[in-house]
């Protein structure tokens, strides 16, 4: 007999070799409708998993992110099948679950086609169908190794050559052979919904010198309404893509002449980020920051004492030289903030110095990797760096929480995940500064969140080697997660460069340093932005708040002067006044996401008057400018 130990403390007694799918049936056959697989102490395991010792088990359902995983590799498995059958040449490679999906790379004779695709959908619906069991089979290593020789499948070769255990597990469904740990479905009957989605190119194992391999991307759901609901987003998520819409509304491109991943702003994106950068300055001024300005470049030397030299050169731009010394471009604003903190002697009574800085930084970044705003080469970061006293380490951290929640929300972000990153246990080795000094600001950071009554997850372990931090992630108007703002606590920077205060007891005290970010680099900030508004912008932000469309050439006059007035009170106008009919103007405007239209034709020069037309409401009639006037000011007053 076997001891078996359920999650709610109950334990129950079984035949040995009891299986974890009778299991789940015994316990009711609604658990048992639901049952993906088990997780036997801590592993998951195949429902068909005989169990032969005691052991704690719980059930993995439909409903869980595990039960959702397994049904995704599961479909990669079938996919791979259906590969196979209509291309029996395929060598197969991997086929993981990613976020939101799966993939399975093959090497094939041509490039797949959309037609492809649908086949190969076609062929995993029939595999489906057929109901094929999975089944796991142990094997000693070398003969799993003769095994995929024999059926001409030299990158699992590899992969088992390079695998350190002498027993491998293989499982089959139907006539197909696959490597793999598992668990998987417990027939292919079991399958929900899915949909294959691209194809791309991804080289075996990631190397650009191995053999370029066909990567087949798609997605899995145990309901056909969820997996819609996926398809909708992403087809949301393609409309709104950042490069998109970049290119439509003309915000920005990235010129081969100028180098990859180096952003040129064109006039209209310049609009936004001096907005975001005003309203930025603005926030910080008031919260007691000071707000510096430093080099881009600066002598190598001051990267060897802040450690970038060491510790960050691989994603750093080579050094060069000047006159007698050498010189690198910064990757990060640090240690001009160290060095203005040092311009003077400070005192306790000084503390806290809050410096802000919108500095632009370079990285190094492999081509490969680049992607739209989000991932660039040049970059600029709402910094700040606060140097204060251990005991004002939680009260700095609440501010900052404040402003980020004030900036954050203004943009409509009011969804967080956040993660405070602290030291492993039993790894005090691995990290510099005192015990002391780690408790106290791990315990601030932690208090600052709690006082906030904000929820947090705790990553042990995930702290970086010099200071616990804050990451919080934001959630987008698509629900989708995007990095946000970080306050890394750091004792290391005021070591290397020796940052001191005096004290009340007239004595030196190393200072405490802050780094944070609120929006983290402008570039991808405003690729977050285009997203999460899909490219319309509410009245505050948008480069053009409102566009004067004439009927006739007679109106131009009316036209100029409206401008004017509306520009005197800081709206952000633009007239068209081309010979094109009203209808083709108004399109237009759409099409640039402008918040308001203007149209103005006999009867409103006559009158005094505009006719309006928001992007929101259509038609919104006439109205006397001061009217209009009124009401854009209070839109933009309160960023509406
Ligand atoms: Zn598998
Ligand atoms: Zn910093």
New binding site residues.
């Given amino acids: 007999m076997v001891k078996i130990r359920l999650p709610d403390g109950i334990e129950k007694t079984y035949r040995e070799n009891t299986t974890v799918g009778q299991i789940a049936r015994d316990l009711g056959e609604s658990c048992y409708r639901k049952a993906v697989a088990g997780k036997t102490n801590g592993t998951l395991v195949d429902l068909s998993f005989p169990l032969t010792k005691d052991t704690t088990l719980s059930v993995i359902t439909e409903d869980t992110p595990e039960g959702l995983d397994i049904l995704r590799h599961s479909t990669a498995h079938i996919m791979a099948q259906a590969v196979q059958r209509l291309f029996p040449e395929a060598e197969l490679g991997i086929g993981p679950t990613i976020e939101n999906g799966f993939y399975y790379d093959f090497r094939l004779e041509r490039p797949l086609t959309q037609e492809d695709l649908e086949k190969i959908e076609a062929e995993m619906g029939k595999i489906i169908k057929e109901d094929l069991a999975f089944q796991r089979q142990l094997f000693p290593r070398q003969e799993a190794i003769t095994r995929m020789e024999e059926i001409r499948q030299p990158f699992k070769v590899e992969l088992l050559k390079d695998i350190e255990e002498e027993t491998v597990s293989l499982y089959t469904q139907g006539e197909f052979l696959d490597l793999c740990r598992g668990p998987h479905l417990f027939t292919t009957g079991r399958a929900g919904a899915f949909k294959l989605l691209n194809v791309a190119g991804a080289y075996w194992r990631g190397k650009e010198t191995n053999p370029m391999l066909q990567r087949i991307y798609g997605t899995a759901f145990f309901s056909k309404e969820k997996l819609d609901e996926y398809l909708h987003l992403l087809e949301e998520a393609k409309k709104r893509d950042h490069r998109k819409l970049g290119r439509e509304l003309d915000l920005y491109s990235f010129r081969e002449e100028c180098g990859p991943g180096l952003v040129l702003w064109h006039p209209k994106g310049a609009r936004i980020r001096n907005v975001i950068e005003r309203f930025w300055s603005e926030e910080h001024y008031k919260r007691g920051y000071e707000i510096v300005y430093s080099p881009h470049i600066a002598k190598a030397s001051l990267w060897h004492t802040s450690g970038h030299w060491d510790f960050y050169r691989q994603s750093m731009f080579a050094p060069f030289e000047l006159e007698t010394s050498q010189y690198l471009v910064k990757p990060?604003?640090?240690p001009f903030?160290v060095l203005i903190f040092k311009s003077d002697m400070r005192s306790y009574r000084d503390l806290p110095i809050r410096f802000a800085e919108l500095g632009t930084v370079y990285r190094y970044e492999r081509s490969g990797v680049l992607h739209g705003l989000l991932r660039v080469r040049g970059f600029t970061q709402d910094?700040a760096?606060i140097f204060c006293t251990p005991e004002q380490l939680e009260g700095e951290i609440v501010g900052v929480i404040n402003l980020a929640q004030y900036m954050l929300s203004s943009f409509g972000f009011k969804e967080y995940e956040i993660e405070l990153a602290v030291r492993g246990k039993g790894e005090k080795d691995k990290y510099i500064g005192s015990d002391g000094n780690w408790e106290l600001a791990e315990t601030a950071l932690r208090r600052a969140l709690e006082s906030k009554d904000l929820p947090f997850v705790v990553g042990e372990g995930e702290a970086k080697f010099y200071g616990p931090s804050i990451d919080i992630r934001i959630k987008d108007a698509l629900g989708r997660g995007w990095q946000g703002p970080t306050i890394?606590v750091?004792f290391n920077?005021p070591e290397r460069f020796d940052v001191n205060y005096i004290g009340p007891d007239g004595k030196e005290h190393k200072v405490v340093m802050i780094?944070r970010t609120v929006l983290g680099a402008l570039e991808r900030f405003l690729g977050c932005l285009i997203e999460h508004y899909g490219g319309a912008f509410p009245l505050w932000i948008a480069p053009v708040q409102v566009k004067i469309l004439t009927i006739k050439d007679t109106h131009a006059d009316y036209a100029h002067s409206l401008k004017t007035r509306l520009e005197e009170k800081g709206i952000r106008v633009q007239c068209d006044l081309r010979n094109a009919t009203v209808g083709y103007k108004i399109r237009e405007g759409r099409t640039e996401k402008v918040p308001y239209l203007l149209i103005i034709g006999d009867k409103e020069v006559e009158e005094g008057t505009v006719s309006l037309r928001s992007r929101e409401k259509g038609d919104e009639g006439r109205l006397p400018p001061d009217a209009l006037l009124a009401r854009l000011e209070r839109e933009v007053r309160e960023r509406l």
């Fill in positions: 990060m604003n640090c903030a910094d760096h890394q750091d920077l780094h």
